[in-house]
């Protein structure tokens, strides 16, 4: 299904690199776009569309289905692309990010300063071309009036909430608090929702799904998408780059207010704290002081405590597709989706 | 009708407030996005929505309607956001810009470098909203099934053909040069179509209008929108900042590659060449430099050239309705506001 999603988008962007030639525009951008989604990605939020189609009893997967679900992932690359660029990270995927990309083939006679601000501008072009391509592929997907009005609301109430929740984490980096649920507000705004939440009841819309199977899809999916991010914050700090395919030390730097750091300021002593304080957040952090960090992550049990809690959250997904409202082969797919969402690596 | 917009606007703004309000959201990139919006703007995009509905037939305005010329105008913001966190632009419509805004706000205990690059983040998301709520405005706007069906791909390739026009122009600034059909081809996808032809075709294909009417908005449409931005880019080097709202050096120091820059180029003589070549697109270009821009921009007759360029537009978009399909009263509005848009000093 990975497969049918991916020829989906090729088929649109190829789409568009043609009527850009035709137009004499120039098509790198498309290629940056292209790139920037071959390079990686789980095609989570697309899987996860298409199993709620599956869950609210639909089944053979029309094309429409699919490209409603592509559209998902171009809404994915653009967030990843400006969340880059506001975050300033150089790799994602294992590859440079879009604006460093865009900064070296730009680079030509510039200054690294000109380049570096035109290979901002470019990635912010980029990331807006995605975000108006996840629309054009949900309108031009081929649903008829009643699933279009079914599944418009739905993603523009997505667009908005994960907006917020960027909003939420830019302001709040470089200046971490003991708020745990703050922190775990961020998550869910930022990146549970719409990783889990949004897709399934998008899939499950698509196939007319009743109201029962709608919240057994929430009831599955609020838990789910939170362990997700306590996930993506410990492999953040302890993940290995190689397989994350993003350095270990972004998150650190950036000083983010992850419910890990939460939860280490509540259990710190005094000096485990002012250390986390003078560290976190700090532009120029080396391997030395994120190693610092690491120790304190750990000693302060705060490490053990997010695999708790992400155990927790797991557990309560898993309860939630004990006796659902599912053809049972959607059900074995939301299970496995759960561990994998949880105990991965990258 | 400029105000019944503004209501329109008002509105959806307000409902987002409530809704961020309820869900404990803060509320300043609402009202950053507000204060934007109510700072100024001649709803030129949405009024020609409204005249291109009439054009086509349609006579009360329905709520619909209203709506849609909204969300044309909260795109013109996301545009206009979006752009000036590319040029880094100080300020737009008389005040800060929003990164500018932004940056200020958030100052407290950051260092200068640090509060502007959280400006540039937050403008970037506000920008990103002001996207997605154009689009929300569109879906929510109340269409019927075989309106939405019109306009969908209407907005959708408006959106794609603005992106490219930014991206010529962010790649082309600072090395101007002295091809005039590119310039204009810039000027025609960044402004011209989004600004006069998309409107009056999305507020035609409401009503429903037939094929000649769509031919005769577009013939009007074309050179006005040419006409526009030409008047623009003599604005930006010899207007009024008291009336323009905006620097009369962003322009200059960015180095764009406008049609009256193109012009200049190819009419100067060596030594006026090496002269624009050397203080256009310098960053710091001071009152003296841009004094010596100025002098060679009217010595070559580039300023007087563009000036005739805007006159044969404006005569070819009223020869396009001297014979229309339009009722009497749309073809009044389409006289008016050609001369309004090409002969004005903001």
């Given at each position: 299904?990975?497969?049918?999603?991916?020829?989906?988008?090729?088929?649109?962007?190829m789409?568009?690199?043609?009527s850009?030639?035709e137009?004499?525009l120039p098509?790198?951008?498309?290629?940056?776009?292209?790139?920037?989604?071959e390079?990686g990605?789980?095609?989570?939020?697309?899987?996860?569309?298409?199993?709620?189609?599956?869950?609210?009893?639909?089944?053979?997967i029309?094309?429409?289905?699919l490209?409603?679900?592509?559209s998902l992932?171009?809404?994915?690359a653009?967030?990843?692309?400006?969340d880059d660029v506001?975050?300033?990270?150089?790799?994602?995927?294992g590859?440079?990010t879009?604006?460093?990309?865009?900064?070296?083939l730009h680079r030509?006679?510039r200054?690294?300063?000109a380049?570096?601000r035109?290979?901002?501008?470019?990635?912010?072009?980029?990331?807006?071309l995605?975000?108006a391509?996840?629309?054009e592929?949900?309108h031009?997907?081929?649903?008829?009036p009643?699933?279009?009005?079914?599944?418009?609301p739905?993603?523009?109430?997505m667009?908005?909430?994960t907006m917020?929740?960027?909003?939420l984490?830019?302001?709040?980096?470089?200046?971490?608090?003991?708020?745990f649920d703050?922190?775990?507000?961020i998550?869910r705004y930022?990146t549970?929702?719409?990783?889990?939440?949004?897709?399934?009841?998008i899939?499950?819309?698509?196939?007319?799904?009743e109201?029962?199977?709608?919240?057994?899809l929430?009831?599955?999916?609020?838990?789910?998408g939170?362990?997700?991010?306590?996930?993506?914050?410990l492999?953040?700090?302890f993940g290995?780059?190689?397989?994350?395919?993003?350095p270990?030390?972004?998150?650190l730097r950036d000083g983010?207010?992850?419910?890990l750091?939460?939860?280490a300021?509540?259990?710190?002593?005094?000096?485990?704290?002012?250390l986390?304080?003078?560290?976190?957040g700090?532009?120029?952090?080396d391997?030395?002081?994120?190693?610092?960090?690491?120790d304190?992550l750990?000693a302060?049990?705060?490490?053990?405590a997010?695999?708790?809690?992400?155990?927790?959250?797991?557990?309560r997904a898993?309860?939630?597709?004990?006796?659902?409202?599912?053809?049972?082969?959607?059900?074995?797919?939301?299970?496995?989706?759960?561990?994998a969402?949880?105990?991965?690596?990258?």
């Amino acid at each position: 299904m990975r497969c049918a999603i991916d020829v989906a988008l090729v088929d649109f962007s190829m789409a568009r690199s043609r009527s850009a030639a035709e137009q004499d525009l120039p098509v790198e951008v498309i290629e940056t776009l292209r790139g920037f989604l071959e390079a990686g990605g789980k095609r989570l939020r697309p899987v996860l569309c298409v199993v709620g189609w599956h869950a609210a009893g639909g089944e053979e997967i029309p094309a429409a289905v699919l490209r409603v679900a592509a559209s998902l992932e171009m809404f994915h690359a653009f967030a990843l692309i400006h969340d880059d660029v506001m975050d300033g990270s150089d790799t994602r995927r294992g590859r440079l990010t879009v604006h460093r990309t865009a900064a070296t083939l730009h680079r030509d006679g510039r200054s690294h300063a000109a380049a570096d601000r035109l290979g901002a501008a470019i990635a912010v072009l980029v990331g807006d071309l995605a975000l108006a391509w996840s629309v054009e592929l949900l309108h031009s997907a081929g649903l008829d009036p009643a699933q279009l009005a079914r599944v418009l609301p739905l993603t523009d109430a997505m667009r908005t909430e994960t907006m917020w929740g960027q909003y939420l984490d830019v302001t709040m980096a470089g200046r971490p608090t003991a708020d745990f649920d703050q922190a775990l507000r961020i998550a869910r705004y930022k990146t549970a929702r719409y990783t889990f939440e949004w897709p399934l009841r998008i899939g499950a819309a698509l196939a007319g799904a009743e109201a029962r199977v709608c919240d057994a899809l929430s009831a599955y999916a609020r838990p789910l998408g939170e362990a997700f991010q306590l996930r993506d914050d410990l492999l953040g700090v302890f993940g290995s780059p190689a397989l994350t395919g993003k350095p270990d030390l972004d998150d650190l730097r950036d000083g983010k207010h992850t419910a890990l750091v939460a939860v280490a300021l509540q259990r710190a002593d005094p000096v485990q704290r002012r250390l986390l304080r003078s560290l976190l957040g700090k532009a120029d952090l080396d391997e030395h002081g994120a190693a610092q960090i690491r120790d304190v992550l750990v000693a302060t049990g705060a490490r053990d405590a997010v695999e708790q809690l992400i155990t927790a959250r797991l557990d309560r997904a898993l309860r939630a597709v004990d006796q659902p409202p599912f053809p049972i082969a959607a059900t074995a797919a939301l299970r496995q989706l759960a561990n994998a969402a949880t105990v991965r690596t990258a």
